[in-house]
């Protein structure tokens, strides 16, 4: 069901500018708290930026006491999925198995879980004996220790989307796919209309959810939103008959490589820190050899599965690898959640709970203070996290 060809509405009290499950999060929060005139704007398909190219890995395991409550209430409403919005996302709570190789990830790791612990969360440091039983796919060579939560695991992302997309017009938002946004118009401190391909939208408060395309967004405010997106890429085994019904999602934490169960194969990808920074989604071979080489030190019985490519996504990755929420200074009805560096999917639900609470005037659940983009004005102001994946 789709309103996308009905005309523009001429006003609307919030104009949400990205299609992805940031987006669509915060529509369905907002119309659910009973903002009637909510409208999205997404120049493709929903989803269809990098929400629907992630891994679909759901988490609280962070090293940033900000992202393990973001993470901690998003999974909780993943679980409840099904009766709000009312959705099938085929969660797996298979957990959450990171590697670790040397004695600072380690002694790292250890500190992470002892906060994750203070905040809730059933993690848990474990042997490499123990590692070995919950994915026997790894070879333990050069393995010190593990970290482990349980609750952790992976969903569907396109049928989160639309869950939450059929929620938001449920209760009343209008959310108009194949509508580029060309432009904003500003008077004095306020953004006053939202200029697309099909008109203009009188907006009383604007937020930006565009993702890796959020630092052009921001630009047409005068809002600096430092966000760069980076290509990342998977691939998919061919089915392995023999392959364990619980297979946890798995990271090699020294390399980044990670694998988990899709359908009667796996999953697999992995970070590569020379990739060049750009919009670039054509699919690559050049990963291969780093892939390989990551294969055959930690799974290496994959060497002799066949493995089909998968597709190209964006990360949209802030210098510090942290998220930016928040209410710009001028335009003061400019509100932004942004620069999820890997993570929005897993956060969505919290954040957009967190961008309702900033629109309404309330006081979120937890503290996006820090996630101000304005934090890049000072080093001090840097919240580097550790948990990439």
Not at 54 to 72: H, K, P, T, W, Y
Not at 255 to 260: L, P
Not at 362 to 367: A, G, N
Request: aromatic share 8%; net charge negative; glycine share 10%.
């Amino acid at each position: 069901m789709s309103n996308s060809r009905a005309p523009l509405p001429a006003t609307a009290s919030v104009v949400i500018v990205g299609g992805g499950v940031i987006g669509a999060s915060i529509a369905f929060h907002l119309a659910e708290a009973g903002v009637t005139d909510v409208v999205l704007l997404e120049r493709a398909e929903l989803g269809s930026g990098s929400t629907c190219k992630a891994a679909g890995g759901v988490r609280a395991q962070f090293s940033d006491e900000l992202n393990i409550a973001l993470g901690a209430s998003s999974l909780a409403a993943f679980t409840r999925f099904g009766h709000r919005p009312g959705q099938e996302i085929d969660l797996h709570q298979v957990g959450y198995l990171f590697l670790l190789s040397t004695v600072e990830d380690v002694a790292s790791f250890e500190r992470d879980v002892a906060l994750q612990n203070e905040l809730g969360v059933t993690s848990r440091m474990i042997d490499v004996d123990e590692a070995r039983r919950l994915a026997p796919l790894i070879d333990t060579r050069g393995l010190l220790a593990a970290a482990y939560s349980p609750d952790d695991g992976h969903c569907t992302p396109e049928s989160v989307v639309l869950g939450y997309a059929r929620g938001a017009r449920r209760l009343g938002a209008v959310l108009r796919t194949g509508t580029t946004v060309l432009d904003m118009e500003t008077r004095g401190d306020r953004v006053t209309a939202v200029v697309t391909d099909h008109g203009a939208v009188t907006a009383g408060t604007v937020i930006c959810a565009a993702g890796a395309w959020s630092a052009a967004v921001g630009d047409m405010v005068g809002v600096s939103l430092p966000v760069t997106p980076v290509r990342r890429q998977v691939m998919f085994t061919e089915p392995m008959p023999e392959l364990s019904t619980v297979v946890p999602f798995t990271i090699d934490f020294a390399t980044s490589f990670y694998f988990h169960r899709e359908g009667r194969g796996l999953l697999l990808g992995m970070s590569d820190p020379e990739q060049t920074p750009g919009f670039d989604l054509d699919y690559s071979d050049e990963w291969l050899p780093r892939l390989g080489a990551a294969m055959e030190a930690r799974t290496p019985r994959l060497l002799d599965v066949g493995l089909t490519p998968g597709w190209a996504g964006l990360y949209e990755v802030t210098p510090d690898h942290n998220a930016l929420i928040g209410r710009a200074a001028e335009p003061s009805n400019f509100l932004y959640a942004t620069g999820f560096s890997g993570h929005g999917f897993l956060q969505a639900p919290a954040v957009g709970e967190v961008v309702r609470d900033l629109y309404l005037g309330r006081d979120p659940f937890v503290d996006v203070g820090p996630l101000h983009a304005s934090r890049f004005a000072s080093p001090a102001g840097l919240r580097p996290e550790t948990h990439i994946v």
